[in-house]
């Protein structure tokens, strides 16, 4: 609380020295210490009053005046106004002392000008700047919670790398105000503020790393915080300010989201008056493949090498009521990984909505397909980049997100994220996904991320032995995983009846060697089956987390038939892997398998329609062999997709799983 | 449906007259008549095709190609492709015609490219423009129902006033976009449209006098339709285009609101596809007194004649934490009838809000309050011009909105515009609102206007006699009515107790003279009696309408002493006319009725803090003689407010009550 302490300093008896002037900020109290501007301790005090202004005692009792009161009853009080003068010194307060006697001893007269600054954001979230919003300067989260969100929409959120922030970045013309929250500075009253006032608004150091503010949005904006620049003087007005707030960096171990943002009222480097508000950065989100996707994205390769690919996968997105987008040249360079290069995710506060790709530190060919229009006109870019180099393992086919569930009662409504990791017990030169992505997914809270164990793969993408597809349950998906076992007991089965020599791989090359190999020859692998063992181990190690961590039951696993080669101790696809599939609605683009046939029909495609089919899924059989398969992927890896957001909104839940 | 029956016409025999390139728009079947292509009745059709394209039967029956039919079987296809392409001339359809020994006659090659064009906006209400939202040109009430919304942002809507429309008016700056809905022209897969392929923006002529959409929203915005251009081409580009769409007109006798808008794609002046949405412009609305203030606008008058006045309710203000803002005469010109310039409205939309001046044709002194920033930084203007001169009876002081109310168990959640006009059976010289006026409130819809009788008041406003106070009722408020009867009954009740000598308006001046009579001369005069016996007539006339139109009750109206002098056969105030008062919270601002006092207590003060105290109601008695009594208005006539809106929106609601 503000002190008039000051008063007493003046000492000389000129009728000049007993007038005071002063600033009262509207619903700040003022202190005066009436027994330090007594002359004597036994004076009685008299109070005359002008203009809205509240009196109080040190008890809290309303004084009304004129009053006359002996000091020692009250040695101090406490003015308060309500209002806002439209007139300078409109407010005042005579304060006289006499003796026992009534004989004037001396008297001070304090002539007020009160003043309201208001700074204002969307405090209730419906999109709208709100008018002083009592709850604007806290955060809370869920339906009933209240606080300002902000999105990040600079074209590169690239906070750890070198270049962290261009110097002067303008707004980018009229769309970036579209994805930018706004503030209004609010004045009142008085058309100029008295003499040797100023406005000043200002954050923390931290803070300005995080965001950007511009005023002069009527001119293209122009930049008051920056990074470079954490305190900025309001120009001087008598109409509202409409700020313009734009978030620079993603939440991150080293920033849990919240930026304070505060107004001050200045006179003679002392705070009259200030107001606070608070913004938190929105996260940045994945979407499960049990969302309805808007479009898929591929490469399409030179020399027509996935020309029939694209076309058959275009008839099942046709039938998912889906788009296609094949992707030319210049945006790959004849990378065909189109999962491993970008992750689609999106960013959301209300009444704003972007998608935005996480770009991985991989950087190959595909790296160039962030300088297309990918999404749609707007659309966001993050990057995390780091010192150390990165492994297979940093592509995000080794990055999926659940579908919604609960664990242990826990609700996880935007599901979990999912990365592969090691096992250092097991693996030699164990690889592991880079601290700062781990760090990055761990930072946006919300999807409550787990690492499982992918470094048994050559690739080492978990996307090679597990995917997720919708199912009429209660739970609403099932979880598939690759199974050797289960592809040893088909092929005993085959063998059983009489199918021995059936083909594997039939009419396929590979390493320019045809690759047609019999059932009887896999059963009579001896080495094969070890490894098979060895890496159903670790798939069922996996099983067994994702069980924990997503609160599944065995019935909630569908297992598809895989056989995996040995590639110096860690595994590769023994024929193309149909875990490995792209979920479009109820459509399912399934590498074809080149299984052992039976009249003409594979039994390998037969028994994962048997398995799939009843949940209303319509596998399609796709021949991804030459462009994929052979070059150590599958159809999940060679495309990508945008997805329909979740109609729940991040802020309405309450993170009860929050570390 | 698109038909292909152009081809029948090429009938040299050259092979590339057989070659035959269109254009298909995605989802947009395109019917073949086979028999006009067939050399004879009897042909065999052969059919092959190539790339993701549907072929039906006029059957609906689905054609899988290569097929051999009987032309007979076969007179015509429908052909439908659901993915755009990437590559020009990406589909094909060989058709060809052979006799029955399987003699070749001729063939067709049919070669398309598949195009996708879309436009849209934000029809689920979320505040985002979706992605091809399927309801997106359609329009439904109601919280499950859908359809775009613009809110009409410019400056000064007078569609009815000469100049209706500035040429080439820009968007004013980032501002400006913050209150415009946006559109989306999507387009994907080739990156430039085939040769002769155009895209273009078209409106009706009537909804071009209604918006301005603009493009180049990243050089402040180019306008692509306006009241002189109801067609626009959309430039070539592989990139989204965002539009801004700006409202110019609020719905009227001339405009329901509903603005359509058309995307098409032509090709050599033949519409090949096109896509359609549909906008409401957003009403303008009025707050009821129930309804929390933010702010309380006064003029404050030359040589301080109001000074005291404001002073005192600023002090009221203060209490029930409301700002007051005394405007300074360059915006009133000594033009103290805050009240009668303007109502303050508001409009809205999703992720939209901005209070809105309507203007009365009144014109006066505080004409040029609108000059000033008055609500916000961003607020509306709207004014309603006539070939008529305006009356009395067109300031707002003869405006009011109720609060919510359900009559005959229709509900109206933003209550009903009341407004003062005539009876032309009692009136002489009757006068009524100008018809433009009536005309826009009842186009508004949402707060079903109705009129009741304020011509035999001579200053002609209903807020001489009613008023809404707040009431902790289930309807939540109580109507306040002025009542002779109830202040004769008053006058009686003192006298008979022994005080005809008491004074009414004691000590005050009117026309220069003392102002000052006894309860015994007031209930003396016969001439004043049967005046305020016909006033009463009337205002029990309204009584009964508002209890009809409100669904009220007796017990939800409450009497008010009042006395009415007769103008020249009109009423006007005999003294201080206490149901003009000013609603804040639960604060009242209530005339001075300077009534007979009793022991110091004036009477008429005593009355009214009787019955509204009960309510929960501070009733502030404020003398409002010199600055406002005299010269024929009181404290509500004399300040305006902005208020709080209702959380509920009124798209969420369905009005069965429209006409």
Same mark, same amino acid.
């Given at each position: 609380?503000?002190?008039?302490?000051?008063?007493?300093?003046?000492?000389?008896?000129?009728?000049?020295?007993?007038?005071?002037?002063?600033?009262?900020?509207? =619903? !700040?109290? +003022?202190? /005066?210490?009436?027994?330090?501007?007594?002359?004597?301790?036994?004076?009685? *005090?008299? $109070? @005359?009053?002008?203009?809205?202004?509240?009196?109080?005692?040190?008890?809290?009792?309303?004084?009304?005046?004129?009053?006359?009161?002996?000091?020692?009853?009250?040695?101090?009080?406490?003015?308060?106004?309500?209002?806002?003068?439209?007139?300078?010194? =409109? !407010?005042? +307060?005579? /304060?006289?002392?006499?003796?026992?006697?009534?004989?004037?001893?001396?008297? *001070?007269? $304090? @002539?007020?000008?009160?003043?309201?600054?208001?700074?204002?954001?969307?405090?209730?979230?419906?999109?709208?700047?709100?008018?002083?919003?009592?709850?604007?300067?806290?955060?809370?989260?869920?339906?009933?919670?209240?606080?300002?969100?902000?999105?990040?929409?600079?074209?590169?959120?690239s906070v750890h790398s070198e270049n962290q922030y261009d110097e002067g970045e303008r707004l980018r013309g009229l769309l970036d105000l579209q994805d930018s929250s706004f503030m209004i500075v609010r004045r009142a009253g008085l058309e100029e503020l008295p003499l040797g006032c100023e406005l000043y608004l200002s954050v923390s150091q931290e803070t300005a790393q995080r965001i950007c503010i511009y005023d002069e949005l009527e001119n293209g904006g122009n930049e008051l915080i920056n990074p470079n620049k954490t305190k900025a003087k309001i120009k001087q007005t008598d109409r509202d300010i409409l700020l313009a707030v734009k978030g620079l960096s993603y939440p991150d171990i080293d920033f849990d989201g919240l930026v304070e943002i505060t107004l001050s009222l200045v006179k003679d480097r002392e705070t009259i008056y200030s107001d606070r508000v608070i913004f938190r950065v929105a996260p940045w989100m994945m979407t499960p493949?049990?969302?309805?996707?808007?479009?898929?994205?591929?490469?399409?390769?030179?020399?027509?090498?996935?020309?029939?690919?694209?076309?058959?996968?275009?008839?099942?997105?046709?039938?998912?009521?889906?788009?296609?987008?094949?992707?030319?040249?210049?945006?790959?360079?004849d990378d065909p990984w189109m999962r491993d290069e970008i992750e689609i995710g999106y960013t959301q506060a209300p009444g704003k909505f972007i998608h935005v790709v996480l770009d991985s530190p991989r950087d190959r060919g595909l790296d160039h397909l962030t300088n297309r229009q990918l999404i749609s006109s707007s659309f966001g870019y993050?990057?995390?980049?780091?010192?150390?180099?990165?492994?297979?393992?940093?592509?995000?086919?080794?990055?999926?997100?659940?579908?919604?569930?609960?664990?242990?009662?826990?609700?996880?409504?935007?599901?979990?994220?999912?990365?592969?990791?090691?096992?250092?017990?097991?693996?030699?030169?164990?690889?592991?996904?880079?601290?700062?992505?781990?760090?990055?997914?761990?930072?946006?809270?919300?999807?409550?991320?787990?690492?499982?164990?992918?470094?048994?793969?050559s690739v080492g993408h978990i996307d090679e032995f597990m995917n997720f597809v919708p199912a009429p349950t209660a739970k609403g998906f099932k979880l598939i995983l690759a199974s050797p076992d289960r592809c040893y007991q088909l092929l005993q089965q085959l063998q059983k009846a009489g199918h021995s020599q059936a083909l594997l791989r039939q009419?396929?090359?590979?390493?320019?060697?045809?690759?047609?190999?019999?059932?009887?020859?896999?059963?009579?692998?001896?080495?094969?089956?070890?490894?098979?063992?060895?890496?159903?181990?670790?798939?069922?190690?996996?099983?067994?987390?994702?069980?924990?961590?997503?609160?599944?039951?065995?019935?909630?696993?569908?297992?598809?038939?895989?056989?995996?080669?040995?590639?110096?101790?860690?595994?590769?696809?023994?024929?193309?892997?149909?875990?490995?599939l792209l979920v479009l609605n109820q459509h399912l683009a399934i590498p074809k398998p080149f299984g052992p046939q039976i009249h003409q029909q594979c039994q390998f495609e037969a028994y994962v329609e048997g398995v799939l089919g009843p949940l209303g899924l319509v596998c399609h059989f796709i021949d991804d062999w030459d462009p994929y398969f052979r070059k150590g992927g599958e159809i999940h890896c060679g495309t990508n997709t945008s997805r329909q957001p979740p109609t729940q909104k991040w802020w309405e839940i309450e993170p009860m799983f929050f570390s």
């Open positions: 609380m503000k002190s008039l302490f000051q008063i007493k300093t003046s000492t000389d008896s000129s009728e000049e020295s007993r007038i005071h002037e002063d600033i009262l900020g509207v =619903d !700040r109290p +003022l202190q /005066i210490y009436l027994e330090h501007l007594a002359p004597q301790e036994d004076a009685i *005090v008299s $109070l @005359k009053a002008r203009g809205e202004i509240e009196i109080y005692s040190p008890t809290h009792q309303r004084i009304e005046t004129p009053a006359f009161v002996p000091l020692k009853q009250l040695p101090s009080i406490t003015l308060v106004a309500r209002t806002f003068s439209d007139r300078l010194n =409109d !407010r005042s +307060l005579e /304060i006289a002392f006499q003796d026992e006697t009534g004989y004037p001893l001396s008297q *001070v007269q $304090l @002539k007020f000008t009160c003043l309201q600054v208001c700074l204002d954001v969307d405090a209730d979230r419906d999109g709208v700047v709100d008018r002083n919003n009592p709850h604007k300067s806290s955060w809370k989260w869920g339906r009933e919670g209240h606080g300002a969100i902000l999105i990040v929409n600079t074209d590169r959120d493949n049990t969302l309805s996707p808007f479009m898929v994205f591929v490469s399409r390769l030179s020399q027509g090498d996935n020309e029939t690919f694209i076309e058959d996968l275009r008839k099942v997105a046709a039938q998912a009521n889906v788009q296609l987008d094949p992707v030319p040249y210049e945006y790959h360079k993050v990057i995390r980049k780091s010192r150390h180099s990165a492994t297979k393992l940093d592509s995000f086919g080794n990055l999926e997100v659940s579908p919604p569930v609960t664990v242990n009662g826990v609700n996880y409504p935007f599901g979990r994220i999912i990365f592969g990791g090691t096992r250092p017990e097991i693996i030699q030169e164990p690889r592991r996904k880079l601290k700062v992505l781990r760090d990055f997914f761990f930072a946006q809270k919300i999807q409550a991320p787990f690492e499982i164990f992918s470094d048994w793969l009419g396929k090359q590979l390493y320019q060697k045809p690759a047609d190999i019999s059932v009887a020859e896999v059963l009579a692998n001896p080495e094969l089956a070890s490894h098979n063992q060895r890496f159903q181990e670790y798939i069922n190690w996996n099983r067994e987390t994702l069980k924990q961590e997503l609160g599944l039951g065995e019935e909630d696993i569908i297992d598809l038939p895989a056989l995996f080669d040995n590639d110096d101790g860690r595994a590769e696809a023994f024929f193309p892997n149909m875990v490995n």
